[in-house]
């Protein structure tokens, strides 16, 4: 039912409108300096590949953007870790006297803490620190970009919390053994550091996408679930009309289930615009670029390529394809942004009502 109502909502945003010849394609200007623009329109020809690709494979191009995401930014955090813990341990190393942890014992001849560090508690408030920094940039950019969460910030911070407090206790027990191997083996501190990073960089990826799988959940679930609570809430209250206290469990439960929807169309009509707007600009971009290489071959300062030929057709195909790109985002985002402007107004007006009370 949420999939039926998102596509009629982005039906409505698209139809009623016929391709014009007058539409104009209009290109955001590249930067001035060249080396940006160089990125930039990399960056436009991606996003054509992938909005063109999203457009026809939806589930898969969800599953390839979490997983994208979320392995760029925790494989991003873990060399921040690295990058610390290469410097921050000289700053406590007057805090070094002796093995620092718990459960000391020897393991090949060389002394082992499970939870802690053999080098000394310098060593130990270094690698915490680099971890927790390393967590408060992982938890926005995954919690904002990866998964796109309206949920509870406070709920889901608290969750990610206890799951570092985990990822922590479990690398220092492993960290502890190891370290006893690769001091028995004589390995560098360079290397032991690579290998102590890459260690508590595996898992907290595996604890974090099972963590991040409660604290983010999908929208659509999320809603139904909403929803499945309301209908048990109403159930009982029709058992029992006359119970105030099922009737303000009831009502308790059917704002929450409002807020579900809202969540959920506010998610797909935030991601509709982006889409919109991105295909457009990318599609206009290939236009131009088609058009102008056409030119330089027709006037002799390029040669035409065997394998993938520019003809007019083509640059005419790619001139229609961005037309009715810039006609479904002139339409549509008007339409999508007029869905955010309704939710934000029902918003508003049951905080301005709950405070009014």
Same mark, same amino acid.
């Given at each position: 039912m949420n999939d039926e109502n998102r596509e009629d909502e982005t039906e409505q945003g698209e139809k009623t409108i016929e391709p014009h010849e007058d539409v104009k394609l209009e290109l955001k200007p590249l930067s001035q300096n060249s080396f940006a623009a160089f990125w930039q329109r990399l960056y436009r020809a991606w996003l054509g590949v992938w909005y063109g690709f999203t457009a026809k494979h939806e589930k898969a191009g969800k599953i390839i953007y979490l997983i994208v995401f979320f392995l760029a930014f925790s494989i991003g955090v873990t060399i921040w870790q690295y990058?610390?813990?290469?410097?921050?341990?000289?700053? =406590?190393? $007057?805090?070094?006297?002796? +093995?620092?942890?718990? @459960?000391?014992?020897?393991?090949?001849?060389? %002394? #082992? @803490?499970?939870? %802690?560090d053999e080098r000394g508690l310098g060593y130990f408030i270094a690698y915490e620190i680099a971890v927790f920094t390393a967590q408060c940039i992982n938890f926005p950019l995954q919690r904002n970009i990866t998964y796109r969460s309206? %949920?509870?910030?406070?709920?889901?911070?608290?969750?990610?919390?206890?799951?570092?407090?985990?990822?922590?206790?479990?690398?220092? +027990?492993?960290? %502890?053994?190891?370290?006893?191997?690769?001091?028995?083996?004589?390995?560098?501190? =360079?290397?032991q550091?690579?290998? &102590? @990073?890459?260690?508590?960089?595996?898992? $907290?990826?595996?604890? =974090?996408?099972?963590?991040?799988?409660?604290?983010?959940?999908?929208?659509?679930?999320?809603? !139904?679930?909403?929803?499945? !609570?309301?209908?048990?809430?109403?159930?009982?209250?029709?058992?029992?009309? &006359?119970?105030?206290?099922?009737?303000?469990? #009831? &009502?308790? +439960?059917?704002?929450v289930a409002i807020k579900a929807e809202e969540t959920r169309r506010v998610f797909y009509a935030e991601g509709e615009i982006r889409n919109l707007k991105s295909l457009? *600009?990318? /599609?206009?971009? @290939?236009?131009?670029?088609? *058009?102008?290489e056409f030119k330089?071959?027709? $006037?002799?300062? /390029?040669?035409? $390529? *065997? /394998?993938?030929?520019?003809t007019a057709e083509t640059v005419e195909k790619a001139r229609r394809e961005a037309v009715e790109a810039v006609i479904k985002r002139d339409r549509g985002v008007p339409f999508q942004q007029a869905i955010l402007d309704e939710i934000k107004a029902a918003r508003e007006a049951r905080a301005s009502e709950s405070a009014g009370h």
């Open positions: 990058i610390v813990m290469a410097f921050l341990p000289l700053a =406590f190393e $007057s805090m070094n006297n002796g +093995a620092f942890g718990w @459960t000391p014992f020897e393991l090949l001849g060389e %002394g #082992c @803490t499970l939870i %802690g309206h %949920g509870n910030p406070w709920f889901q911070a608290m969750w990610y919390f206890i799951a570092w407090v985990i990822i922590s206790f479990i690398c220092g +027990a492993l960290w %502890g053994l190891c370290h006893c191997v690769c001091d028995y083996w004589g390995l560098h501190n =360079f290397i550091a690579i290998i &102590e @990073t890459i260690i508590t960089g595996i898992i $907290s990826m595996i604890v =974090f996408f099972f963590i991040f799988l409660l604290i983010f959940p999908n929208v659509d679930k999320f809603e !139904k679930a909403k929803k499945e !609570k309301l209908e048990k809430k109403r159930a009982a209250l029709d058992a029992d009309s &006359e119970n105030r206290r099922k009737q303000a469990a #009831c &009502e308790k +439960a059917g704002l457009a *600009e990318a /599609k206009i971009a @290939t236009y131009y670029s088609l *058009e102008r330089q071959i027709e $006037s002799g300062e /390029k040669k035409q $390529s *065997e /394998k993938k030929p520019v």
